[in-house]
């Protein structure tokens, strides 16, 4: 990694391996899919479960290159897996803060980093080794979220959103990756929805900042 | 003791929500496994009373099975009446095997197995057991443990943040299982520090300067000692002030790389196996700090008498070596005269010379293209006129001659010239062994970054 100077896209694809695994292991967790359709890999040097279907993989690969685009262009603030009932209400969320990425235009997105300390060293941008201790900290704490977290009804299903920073951004071009959604309003009908969130992890490796936490709908029943 | 235990797993488990192995817990607190088990019963225990639900542990349960139902060839009839023999089609002849292995196939047989269970399904486990040998906690956590794998990530942590202990050593305080009968294996070649070692001057064979190089050293050993062990704790001793255990791996690994290509050539030596190959065991083994070697070596006596060693070893190989003493002495001189010269120059000729001596101890063909290694200067006088080396040295030259029954034989012979040549010439030798041990430590880095990478993503072809 000396050598080859971290540009833009590697931050960015490297945050995409990581989104890739997450999703997997919060299917796991969750048991959105049967725990048997899972296989066990390795991924930062940690056992991480992967599902086997080709069709949950496939869209699993869509959607983290959906997301990509959407941070090459700088756009998003956070990415959030969405866990929804069967009566389309969201019950959990995943969340992920990258608004501290950092941003370039098209035409920088392979230049090379570089960020000096305050005497003028070079500070590595991706460092490897911390990024990848601190993602499997991270996959870790999420793996054991899902004791935490109170179990889900039956034929829950999932997705992947994305808040974008400011308006005027949202990706409804030709072809629609994305499905523009209202903010949902809190529903006011007894009180608040109480929500409440986990904190899991913060990921802070050179330039790949970001935070990590699970947002938990109230039973209202 | 039984403060600091409380206080560990309380931070660890309950603030942290981290998962705490009865490993990683003794390897914490410095104390043997047994101890850290009871210790995570006692923690699981308190805390239940306390707070029930609290703390969950997964549980180890050693034992011996009870065997599942029937699956054999013969269906479930075959078990219903215990002591009964089972009807079978043919006749159960002495001579018919297949009836006679059916029966026998009815008997249950108990599995010993080890398993890993979460405490909700204790009960169910125990359950399936025919008699338990041993049961103990495996981890605690704060939660219910999700995903049994989780646990890998314990033994991973251990082994990177306790590489740096020993185990031979460790194994009593944490109560490692061991073999009594391990004892581990010097690294013979240390890297070459100007280490000034006193070898006894072995009649006829070594008129060895005193300030020699360990690894060249460890060539002579080799050369003489047919008795591998003696040699290896005799010259171990004199590696080891040299090596000091920081001493970075890295340098001893790109010598032993090279060690080992001549120890191959070398092997391919008639009368030269033993030795040779345990060279080339000892150098590709991983280079792991040198520690309290000397005590687990049952020749421990050797590692203070390490001029008596060789004498002894000397000694054996004398006889047999008594005709060929004479070219020997010529090398020693050679190496003697080596010993002034320059690091590479002189690694590559320490090749050479035992090369040498293999090569005209048998005709193996092998060893020629070793040999010719020679060609390094041996007796080289240069000298450096307008950017242009000149001098005499020593070459391997090729000769061709017929012999007495008509055939051609090449044979290699040792011949001076005189050469002249520009500048370049030495920073080419230089760079050669360089580069050789380049490549080796380059191909393991290579190998283990990709290992780590093909996994998960190979799924994942689109990308």
């Known amino acids: 990694m000396a050598s080859e100077a971290t540009t833009l896209r590697n931050i960015v694809a490297a945050f995409t391996d990581f989104l890739t695994v997450a999703i997997h292991t919060i299917l796991y967790e969750r048991a959105i899919y049967p725990q048997t359709s899972f296989l066990s890999a390795r991924k930062y040097n940690f056992a991480v479960r992967q599902n086997r279907h080709p069709k949950v993989c496939g869209w699993i690969n869509d959607a983290v290159s959906a997301v990509e685009m959407e941070l090459l262009k700088g756009t998003v603030e956070r990415v959030a897996i969405v866990i929804f009932t069967k009566d389309n209400k969201p019950a959990e969320r995943f969340m992920l803060d990258v608004s501290r990425?950092?941003?370039?235009?098209?035409?920088?997105?392979?230049?090379?980093?570089?960020?000096?300390?305050?005497?003028?060293?070079?500070?590595?941008?991706?460092?490897?080794?911390?990024?990848?201790?601190?993602?499997?900290?991270?996959?870790?704490?999420?793996?054991?979220?899902?004791?935490?977290?109170?179990?889900?009804?039956?034929?829950?299903?999932?997705?992947?959103?994305?808040?974008?920073?400011?308006?005027?951004?949202?990706?409804?071009?030709?072809?629609?990756?994305?499905?523009?959604?209202?903010?949902?309003?809190?529903?006011?009908?007894?009180?608040?929805?109480?929500?409440?969130?986990?904190?899991?992890?913060?990921?802070?490796?050179?330039?790949?900042?970001?935070?990590?936490?699970?947002?938990?709908?109230?039973?209202?029943? | 003791m039984a403060q600091e235990y409380t206080e560990y797993l309380a931070i660890n488990v309950l603030?942290?929500?981290?998962?705490?192995?009865?490993?990683?817990?003794?390897?914490?607190?410095?104390?043997?496994?047994?101890?850290?088990?009871?210790?995570?019963?006692?923690?699981?225990?308190?805390?239940?009373?306390?707070?029930?639900?609290?703390?969950?542990?997964?549980?180890?349960?050693?034992?011996?099975?009870?065997?599942?139902?029937?699956?054999?060839?013969?269906?479930?009839?075959?078990?219903?009446?215990?002591?009964?023999?089972?009807?079978?089609?043919?006749?159960?002849?002495?001579?018919?095997?297949?009836?006679?292995?059916?029966?026998?196939?009815?008997?249950?047989?108990?599995?010993?197995?080890?398993?890993?269970?979460?405490?909700?399904?204790?009960?169910?486990?125990?359950?399936?057991?025919?008699?338990?040998?041993?049961?103990?906690?495996?981890?605690?956590?704060?939660?219910?443990l999700s995903d049994v794998q989780s646990l890998t990530e314990c033994n991973r942590k251990i082994t990177a943040s306790y590489a740096s202990e020993d185990p031979l050593q460790a194994w009593k305080q944490?109560?490692?299982?061991?073999?009594?009968n391990v004892k581990r294996r010097t690294q013979r070649r240390g890297p070459p520090p100007p280490a000034p070692v006193a070898k006894a001057a072995e009649p006829k064979t070594k008129p060895l300067a005193p300030t020699t190089k360990p690894t060249v050293l460890e060539r002579q050993a080799s050369k003489e000692s047919k008795a591998s062990q003696e040699s290896k704790p005799a010259s171990k001793p004199t590696s080891?002030?040299?090596?000091?255990?920081a001493t970075p791996e890295p340098a001893k690994k790109p010598a032993t790389v090279k060690r080992q290509d001549s120890d191959i050539f070398k092997s391919f030596a008639k009368g030269r196996a033993k030795p040779k190959k345990?060279?080339?065991?000892?150098?590709?083994?991983?280079?792991?700090?040198?520690?309290?070697?000397?005590?687990?070596?049952?020749?421990?006596?050797?590692?203070?008498?390490?001029?008596?060693?060789?004498?002894?070893?000397?000694?054996?190989?004398?006889?047999?070596?008594?005709?060929?003493?004479?070219?020997?002495?010529?090398?020693?001189?050679?190496?003697?005269?080596?010993?002034?010269?320059?690091?590479?120059?002189?690694?590559?000729?320490?090749?050479?010379?035992?090369?040498?001596?293999?090569?005209?101890?048998?005709?193996?063909?092998?060893?020629?293209?070793?040999?010719?290694?020679?060609?390094?200067?041996?007796?080289?006088?240069?000298?450096?006129?307008?950017g242009r080396r000149r001098g005499r040295r020593r070459v391997m030259k090729k000769k061709t001659v017929k012999d007495e029954d008509g055939y051609l034989v090449t044979k290699e012979e040792a011949a001076w010239e005189s050469f002249?040549?520009?500048?370049?010439?030495?920073?080419?030798?230089?760079?050669?062994?360089?580069?050789?041990?380049?490549?080796?430590?380059?191909?393991?880095k290579k190998g283990a970054a990709k290992a780590g990478q093909g996994n998960i993503m190979s799924f994942f072809s689109k990308k």
């Not at chain 1, 977290?149 to 994305?178: D, N, Y």
Request: net charge negative; charged share 30%; hydrophobic share 30%.
């Open chain 2, 420 to 444: 002249s040549e520009d500048e370049p010439a030495p920073k080419k030798l230089k760079t050669a062994p360089a580069t050789s041990t380049n490549k080796p430590t380059a191909a393991g």
């Open chain 2, 278 to 386: 345990q060279d080339s065991q000892s150098s590709a083994e991983a280079t792991t700090p040198a520690a309290a070697e000397p005590e687990d070596e049952p020749m421990g006596g050797f590692s203070d008498e390490d001029d008596d060693a060789e004498d002894g070893a000397a000694d054996i190989d004398e006889v047999p070596q008594e005709p060929e003493g004479k070219s020997k002495k010529e090398r020693e001189a050679d190496l003697q005269a080596m010993m002034d010269q320059e690091d590479e120059i002189m690694e590559d000729a320490a090749e050479a010379i035992p090369d040498k001596t293999a090569a005209e101890e048998d005709e193996g063909a092998i060893d020629r293209p070793v040999s010719r290694q020679a060609e390094e200067p041996a007796k080289e006088t240069v000298t450096v006129e307008n």
């Open chain 2, 240 to 245: 080891k002030p040299s090596s000091a255990k």
């Open chain 2, 174 to 180: 944490y109560g490692t299982i061991q073999n009594p």
């Open chain 1, 101 to 221: 990425f950092p941003t370039a235009t098209l035409a920088d997105l392979d230049t090379p980093l570089e960020r000096k300390s305050a005497n003028g060293d070079n500070i590595s941008i991706l460092p490897k080794v911390d990024m990848e201790e601190q993602f499997r900290a991270t996959l870790s704490r999420l793996a054991n979220c899902g004791s935490t977290l109170r179990p889900l009804p039956e034929g829950s299903t999932f997705t992947v959103a994305i808040e974008l920073k400011g308006v005027g951004q949202a990706p409804i071009a030709h072809p629609q990756p994305w499905m523009p959604v209202e903010p949902t309003k809190q529903d006011d009908i007894d009180g608040r929805v109480q929500k409440r969130a986990v904190p899991v992890r913060a990921v802070a490796a050179g330039e790949m900042m970001l935070e990590c936490w699970i947002e938990e709908a109230a039973v209202s029943d």
């Open chain 2, 15 to 144: 603030n942290e929500q981290q998962l705490v192995s009865y490993r990683s817990l003794s390897r914490a607190l410095k104390v043997h496994s047994n101890l850290a088990k009871q210790m995570l019963y006692e923690f699981h225990r308190k805390q239940n009373a306390k707070r029930p639900g609290s703390v969950h542990a997964t549980y180890l349960i050693t034992g011996t099975r009870r065997p599942e139902s029937p699956s054999q060839t013969n269906g479930a009839h075959s078990q219903e009446d215990g002591g009964d023999t089972v009807m079978q089609s043919s006749p159960p002849l002495p001579g018919s095997s297949a009836p006679q292995h059916e029966e026998d196939a009815e008997e249950p047989v108990s599995v010993r197995s080890v398993l890993l269970v979460k405490e909700e399904h204790l009960e169910q486990a125990k359950a399936t057991f025919e008699s338990i040998t041993g049961i103990h906690i495996y981890s605690l956590q704060a939660n219910g």
